[in-house]
């Protein structure tokens, strides 16, 4: 049986967009500040920086500063 469904996967790149969403993976993108947001298709979320995460969101637990 696979864990795809319990990996979070944080991504930069459209590519990796994608090929974690066809992986059946959840993935959070993070994209660069002049790219479009619309080359993201399918990203679960997309945040402007990875101190926007809310981990409680997802059902996980707080990160530890």
Same mark, same amino acid.
């Given at each position: 049986a696979s864990d795809t469904f319990k990996v979070?996967?944080?991504?930069?790149?459209?590519?990796? %967009?994608? @090929?974690?969403?066809?992986?059946? &993976?959840? %993935?959070? @993108?993070?994209?660069?500040?002049? &790219?479009?947001?619309?080359?993201y298709p399918g990203a679960h979320q997309i945040l402007p920086e990875l101190g926007a995460f809310v981990p409680s969101a997802w059902g996980l637990p707080a990160m530890n500063s």
């Open positions: 979070l996967v944080f991504e930069d790149s459209p590519a990796g %967009v994608e @090929a974690a969403l066809a992986a059946g &993976m959840k %993935v959070i @993108a993070l994209p660069d500040p002049h &790219m479009s947001h619309s080359r």
